[in-house]
């Protein structure tokens, strides 16, 4: 690592030290794309954008190493270059956010239902810790049980627990053909199909609906593909069009996300329409579900909670917290590996777990 | 706490015929499949439902008395190895499927089922459970999850932590703990994937939802020799270049062909120095575009010869030579040892060569299979167990495989876990401080050390123990172990 890597490491150990000495609360940030996302932001900003660089990628292991203020666009030209990508599709929101951000918010892409999500492709992390150790969980290897498995612990852990500083990821080749379909149908029978297609075997890379016309996604090798079209029907989009439905729906810049309040209903795959007024943007092949603005006296925890899932507020005020609340005991185990990995309660407190 | 009195309180909340106190029954439960560690447990409680674990649970929690969860005790690092003071909880009656959904994909099981029954029970579905250790007809998935239990199609289909949706189980004080489950993300932190393999150090299961699969319509086998391990090395690196995930990317060097052949009759190349086993599956059309690829690839990287399987029967055969290479080891000595370290795929020429060097070296061979599209490493150090020197040299050699594996990057144990056979080892892949963070999450789920004690975790005092033994000695008795 060089010198100036190194003086950014110590800066950030002299912080952590300092805040542990003062009882202080310290604000990680990267880029700051996902300043809305989790509970209350709290404390000093620490800026963990000058740990940056790719450490490590060699196309034929899949995997890439990158320091945590990298920023992701500068991640995916690299694997594009090499026609490999992260195929857990993180939102980037019309921004620019640092892997790191990625990793410790833990959110995936349309692709996620199919492929895995961002903690799937975990394959190792740094943590510094608030004794400011450097720690290193899991590797650059594809299988590795040695140990608890801390580094996928990270991954959606918000800060709380340490400073990510660094992350192997598996990377994917691209898939050699992609194709989209569009096709009319109301939303439980889109639902539906998409369940009755992934169990087919169709090859199906995404699914989503959105005001009256089912999205389908279908990736693998080109017979395949062809196959599996000629067998779902629907008009197929030319790839320019296709990706930027992807691409907003990923990023979370359809329409819909203009609204005040929105919500992100994430359920069982194949659950009935849920009792909400207004149409829902449906992700994942109906395991997310979306809606904006709902009336204020409609009980969206309970309809989420009935069906098997939960619902976090995703914009707009939330007086009963923005994640759906924990039950009693896993709500105490948080509490308790929050006191062992950060006993004064320096890292984003509060960002995960309201109390 | 005297052993009659854990028994008298477990009595209460099980019916008799769920407790083993005799010696003779407990006998059976003395190791798991790493057979060189035994112990005997003091108590086998074997409940037939999820409340009377809760209860076997808080009970002992109360009395202060280790729990040692197994599932069907196939695990090769002594997991499920029993605490002499404890009680072993059998899972194995906890083995109901108890519910399927074709559209969902998903299954809920107890954590007793043998891996296989899922995929059997899905099959009417054209659907099955991707993870297949080679146990796969026994294992069962609580073991699996505790295990975090790979096989050979991980590199595209993945480990069990991708497969399973949801845990359900109890902390050591009966408290429910609810992770994952059929919706995909949940608030809060991914405690499942910290359950996933914590070999029962956290929790015991008691219900598992695992994600099934389409099963592929068709699947075929390449099968290529090389002349020379580091050409094959290569070639496993030069079809993952070539934008190729294969469903299963094995080799076998030539003492593990050499030593199968006779037994299963394969049809292996035993000229080759080593030779891979590439697998397409898929539909049929798919399957025959990325044979012909991968046919490419492999004669650009030099395989000397190359056959494609022509039928089922033939896929089959080359399977069984691969999955019968333990049950070969077995024959061809008395005992044989097996290493599970992982390293990125383009050191294994140098590991394989490395390891031939330490036979001559420790005296003793050496056969080595590999999922060398993850990078697993498994090398079967064949020795003598009655022959205690045979035995320390065997534990000397697997000890460098596994240093070697974490210099080049790489880990102790890509899938069968640390338990107690791997504690060495991980005094040497971890600091202090990292240890310490395992400790730390242990005490959050089970503050008193009751769950699995002395697992996983090595203790400081071992560690630095172990460090001057490395330095003075270059020897590592285990005085504390039992052995044979």
Same mark, same amino acid.
């Given at each position: 690592?060089?010198?100036?890597?190194?003086?950014?490491?110590?800066?950030?150990?002299?912080?952590?030290?300092?805040?542990?000495?003062?009882?202080?609360?310290?604000?990680?940030?990267?880029?700051?794309?996902?300043?809305?996302?989790?509970?209350?932001?709290?404390?000093?900003?620490?800026?963990?954008?000058?740990?940056?660089?790719?450490?490590?990628?060699?196309?034929?292991?899949?995997?890439?190493?990158?320091?945590?203020?990298?920023?992701?666009?500068?991640?995916?030209?690299?694997?594009?270059?090499?026609?490999?990508?992260?195929?857990?599709?993180?939102?980037?929101?019309?921004?620019?956010?640092?892997?790191?951000?990625?990793?410790?918010?833990?959110?995936?892409?349309?692709?996620?239902?199919?492929?895995?999500?961002?903690?799937?492709?975990?394959?190792?992390?740094?943590?510094?810790?608030?004794?400011?150790?450097?720690?290193?969980?899991?590797?650059?290897?594809?299988?590795?049980?040695?140990?608890?498995?801390?580094?996928?612990?990270? @991954?959606?852990?918000?800060?709380?627990?340490?400073?990510?500083?660094?992350?192997?990821?598996?990377?994917?080749?691209?898939?050699?053909?992609?194709?989209?379909?569009?096709?009319?149908?109301?939303?439980?029978?889109?639902?539906?199909?998409?369940?009755?297609?992934?169990?087919?075997?169709?090859?199906?890379?995404?699914?989503?609906?959105?005001? =009256?016309?089912? $999205?389908?996604?279908? !990736?693998?090798?080109?017979?395949?593909?062809?196959?599996? #079209?000629?067998?779902?029907?629907?008009?197929?989009?030319?790839?320019?069009?296709?990706?930027?439905? $992807?691409?907003?729906?990923?990023?979370?810049?359809?329409?819909?996300?203009?609204?005040?309040?929105? *919500?992100?209903?994430?359920?069982?795959?194949?659950?009935?329409?849920?009792?909400?007024?207004?149409?829902?943007?449906?992700? $994942?092949?109906?395991?997310?579900?979306?809606?904006?603005?709902?009336?204020?006296?409609?009980?969206?925890?309970?309809?989420? !909670?009935?069906?098997?899932?939960?619902?976090? @507020? *995703?914009?707009?005020?939330?007086?009963?917290?923005?994640?759906?609340?924990?039950?009693?005991?896993?709500?105490?185990?948080?509490?308790?590996?929050?006191?062992?990995?950060?006993?004064?309660?320096?890292?984003?407190?509060?960002?995960?777990?309201?109390? | 706490?005297?052993?009659?009195?854990?028994?008298?309180?477990? +009595?209460?909340?099980?019916?008799?015929?769920?407790?083993?106190?005799?010696?003779?029954?407990?006998?059976?439960?003395?190791?798991?499949?790493?057979?060189?560690?035994?112990?005997?447990?003091?108590?086998?409680?074997?409940?037939?439902? %999820?409340?009377?674990?809760?209860?076997?649970?808080?009970?002992? !929690?109360?009395?202060?008395?280790?729990?040692?969860?197994?599932?069907?005790?196939?695990?090769?690092?002594?997991?499920?190895?029993?605490?002499?003071?404890?009680?072993?909880?059998?899972?194995?009656?906890?083995?109901?499927?108890?519910?399927?959904?074709?559209?969902?994909?998903?299954?809920?099981?107890?954590?007793?089922?043998?891996?296989?029954?899922?995929?059997?029970?899905?099959?009417?579905?054209?659907?099955?459970?991707?993870?297949?250790?080679?146990?796969?007809?026994?294992?069962?998935?609580?073991? &699996?999850?505790?295990?975090?239990?790979?096989?050979?199609?991980?590199?595209?289909?993945?480990?069990?932590?991708?497969?399973?949706?949801?845990?359900?189980?109890?902390?050591?004080?009966?408290?429910?703990?609810?992770?994952?489950?059929?919706?995909?993300?949940?608030?809060?932190?991914?405690?499942?994937?910290?359950?996933?393999? !914590?070999? =029962?150090?956290?929790?015991?299961?008691?219900?598992?939802?695992?994600?099934?699969?389409?099963?592929?319509?068709?699947?075929?086998?390449?099968?290529?020799?090389?002349?020379?391990?580091?050409?094959?090395? &290569?070639?496993?690196?030069?079809?993952?270049?070539?934008?190729?995930?294969?469903?299963?990317?094995?080799?076998?060097?030539?003492?593990?062909?050499?030593?199968?052949?006779?037994?299963?009759?394969?049809?292996?190349?035993?000229?080759?120095?080593?030779?891979?086993?590439?697998?397409?599956?898929?539909?049929?059309?798919?399957?025959?575009?990325?044979?012909?690829?991968?046919?490419?690839?492999?004669?650009?990287?030099?395989?000397?010869?190359?056959?494609?399987?022509?039928? %089922?029967?033939?896929?089959? +055969? *080359?399977?069984?030579? +691969?999955?019968?290479?333990?049950?070969?080891?077995?024959?061809?000595?008395?005992?044989?040892? @097996?290493?599970?370290?992982?390293?990125?795929?383009?050191?294994? /020429?140098?590991?394989?060569?490395?390891?031939?060097?330490?036979?001559?070296?420790?005296?003793?061979?050496?056969?080595?299979?590999?999922?060398?599209?993850?990078?697993?490493?498994?090398?079967?150090?064949?020795?003598?167990? &009655?022959?205690?020197?045979?035995? %320390?040299?065997?534990?000397?050699?697997?000890?460098?495989?596994?240093?070697? @594996?974490?210099?080049?990057?790489?880990?102790?144990?890509?899938?069968?876990?640390? /338990?107690?056979?791997?504690?060495?080892?991980?005094?040497?892949?971890?600091?202090?401080?990292?240890?310490?963070?395992?400790?730390?999450?242990?005490?959050?789920?089970?503050?008193?050390?009751?769950? &699995?004690?002395?697992?996983?975790?090595?203790?400081?005092?071992?560690?630095?123990?172990?460090?001057?033994?490395?330095?003075?000695?270059?020897?590592?008795?285990?005085?504390?172990?039992? #052995?044979?």
């Amino acid at each position: 690592m060089s010198a100036s890597l190194d003086a950014v490491l110590g800066a950030l150990r002299e912080r952590i030290a300092a805040a542990q000495g003062a009882r202080r609360a310290l604000r990680l940030k990267g880029a700051g794309t996902k300043d809305f996302y989790g509970e209350t932001l709290a404390g000093e900003v620490l800026e963990l954008g000058a740990f940056s660089g790719i450490v490590d990628y060699e196309p034929s292991e899949l995997v890439i190493t990158a320091r945590c203020g990298t920023a992701l666009s500068e991640i995916e030209a690299a694997l594009s270059a090499r026609d490999q990508f992260l195929a857990f599709e993180p939102p980037a929101f019309g921004a620019d956010p640092t892997i790191g951000g990625v990793i410790a918010a833990g959110l995936s892409g349309p692709r996620r239902a199919y492929a895995g999500a961002a903690r799937d492709f975990v394959l190792g992390a740094k943590l510094l810790s608030a004794d400011g150790a450097l720690l290193r969980f899991g590797g650059r290897v594809m299988k590795n049980v040695a140990g608890f498995d801390v580094s996928r612990l990270l @991954c959606g852990s918000l800060g709380t627990l340490g400073i990510i500083t660094e992350i192997s990821l598996k990377v994917l080749p691209r898939p050699r053909a992609e194709e989209t379909l569009r096709l009319e149908l109301p939303a439980a029978a889109a639902v539906e199909s998409f369940n009755r297609w992934s169990a087919a075997g169709l090859g199906v890379s995404g699914a989503a609906w959105w005001q =009256g016309g089912a $999205w389908v996604r279908l !990736s693998g090798s080109p017979p395949a593909v062809r196959a599996a #079209r000629e067998r779902i029907g629907g008009e197929r989009l030319e790839t320019a069009r296709a990706q930027a439905w $992807w691409e907003s729906l990923r990023h979370a810049q359809l329409p819909l996300f203009a609204g005040r309040v929105i *919500w992100r209903l994430s359920v069982p795959a194949t659950a009935s329409p849920l009792p909400l007024p207004g149409d829902p943007l449906i992700d $994942w092949g109906g395991a997310l579900r979306w809606y904006a603005d709902p009336p204020g006296e409609v009980a969206i925890r309970e309809i989420a !909670s009935a069906a098997a899932g939960t619902a976090l @507020c *995703w914009r707009g005020p939330a007086p009963q917290g923005r994640f759906h609340p924990l039950p009693p005991a896993l709500a105490r185990l948080h509490r308790r590996l929050k006191e062992r990995f950060d006993p004064h309660g320096i890292f984003n407190p509060g960002r995960l777990l309201t109390d | 706490m005297p052993k009659a009195d854990i028994a008298a309180a477990l +009595r209460t909340v099980l019916p008799a015929d769920c407790l083993l106190w005799r010696e003779e029954d407990r006998r059976p439960y003395e190791c798991d499949a790493l057979t060189a560690f035994r112990r005997l447990p003091a108590l086998v409680a074997l409940p037939r439902t %999820e409340e009377q674990v809760r209860q076997v649970l808080r009970t002992c !929690s109360r009395l202060g008395t280790p729990v040692v969860a197994r599932g069907a005790g196939t695990g090769l690092s002594g997991g499920s190895t029993p605490d002499e003071e404890g009680v072993l909880l059998s899972c194995a009656r906890l083995n109901r499927i108890l519910t399927i959904d074709p559209l969902e994909r998903i299954a809920r099981v107890e954590p007793g089922v043998p891996n296989l029954k899922v995929s059997e029970a899905a099959a009417a579905h054209g659907l099955y459970y991707a993870p297949d250790p080679s146990s796969q007809v026994a294992c069962s998935i609580g073991g &699996n999850v505790a295990e975090n239990s790979g096989g050979v199609h991980c590199l595209k289909y993945g480990l069990t932590v991708h497969n399973v949706l949801g845990v359900r189980g109890y902390t050591i004080d009966g408290e429910l703990l609810e992770l994952g489950g059929r919706a995909l993300d949940g608030p809060g932190l991914d405690l499942l994937a910290l359950a996933i393999g !914590s070999e =029962g150090l956290l929790m015991v299961t008691t219900e598992v939802t695992v994600k099934l699969l389409p099963r592929p319509p068709c699947a075929q086998l390449v099968m290529a020799s090389f002349a020379d391990v580091h050409s094959a090395g &290569n070639a496993v690196a030069a079809v993952i270049a070539a934008g190729i995930i294969p469903a299963a990317l094995e080799m076998m060097d030539r003492k593990a062909t050499a030593a199968v052949e006779p037994f299963v009759h394969a049809g292996y190349d035993l000229d080759a120095a080593a030779i891979l086993l590439v697998e397409a599956d898929g539909t049929l059309e798919e399957v025959g575009d990325q044979i012909a690829e991968i046919e490419t690839v492999l004669r650009r990287a030099g395989a000397s010869t190359l056959k494609v399987s022509g039928s %089922e029967a033939e896929r089959l +055969r *080359w399977w069984s030579g +691969r999955k019968n290479a333990f049950p070969a080891a077995g024959r061809l000595s008395p005992d044989y040892y @097996c290493m599970d370290g992982t390293i990125p795929r383009k050191h294994v /020429g140098e590991v394989l060569d490395a390891i031939s060097r330490m036979e001559s070296r420790y005296g003793l061979r050496c056969m080595n299979v590999f999922h060398a599209g993850d990078g697993n490493l498994h090398p079967l150090i064949l020795f003598d167990a &009655n022959d205690q020197d045979s035995w %320390e040299r065997t534990e000397r050699f697997g000890t460098e495989i596994l240093e070697l @594996c974490v210099e080049l990057g790489g880990t102790i144990t890509g899938e069968h876990g640390v /338990g107690l056979e791997k504690l060495n080892p991980m005094c040497v892949q971890f600091s202090p401080a990292e240890r310490a963070a395992f400790a730390a999450v242990k005490e959050a789920f089970d503050p008193k050390g009751l769950l &699995n004690p002395g697992k996983l975790i090595p203790t400081l005092a071992r560690c630095a123990e172990y460090g001057r033994m490395r330095v003075h000695h270059g020897a590592l008795p285990h005085a504390e172990l039992p #052995r044979f």
